[in-house]
């Protein structure tokens, strides 16, 4: 009989449909998954992802931002809720809140996040209408550890694809979220299996098979 580690402890924060929320919580459903969500928080009270994830059975939040004077108060609230579930790992899911460096660094190397390009290109906002106006062949999304430097953090794992002929920003984006939703589920299951981590601001896989490559490259 194997001894099964303890699953980790998950909080995912969002501000909006949650879709990444969802694949996240459906693969955690998985016997064998190394983390469980047991924590979803929203700093939009509006936000339809608290409604997705309260149907899946999790507990789900709304911290509404416009009620502190200021980002550390907010903070202070986000990681009163965090401490209080006893949560190991943060999964930022379209959380579109800028986090105090403080809050980043108390978490670090136990926060990742999802960004829609393959960074280093295209960080910040309106990355599918940025990669068209670039003119770039491949494009995609990359989950990376938070530091305060904005989606500058060490990489975890990229999914690409390719940019067609006549797409706009919107095909574009419906393109890669079928990536992401497959990228974020294989990313997070890495690190909270403790088979990533980070080492010196690089990401290092304990098992160069674990190493996530060919895998998740979809062209
Ligand atoms: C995704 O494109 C993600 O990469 C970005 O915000 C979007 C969130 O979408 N950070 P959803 O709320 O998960 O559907």
Redo the contacts with the bound molecule.
Sequence with gaps: MSVQTPKKRVAIL??????????LIEAAQAPDYPAEIVLVLSNRPD?A?LTRARAAGIPARAIDHKAYPDRTAFDAALQKELEAAGIELIV?????RILTDAFVERWAGRMI????SLLPLFKGTH?HERALEAGVRLHG?TVHYVVPELDAGPIVAQAAVPVRAGDDADSL?AR??VQ?HRLYPAALALVAGGRARLDGGRVVFSDETARPDGALLSL
């Design positions: 969002i501000s909006g449909r949650g879709s990444n929320m969802v694949s936000a992802g930022l899911a379209g959380f579109m996040n999802i960004h829609p990355t999304c984006a890669v979220i992401e």
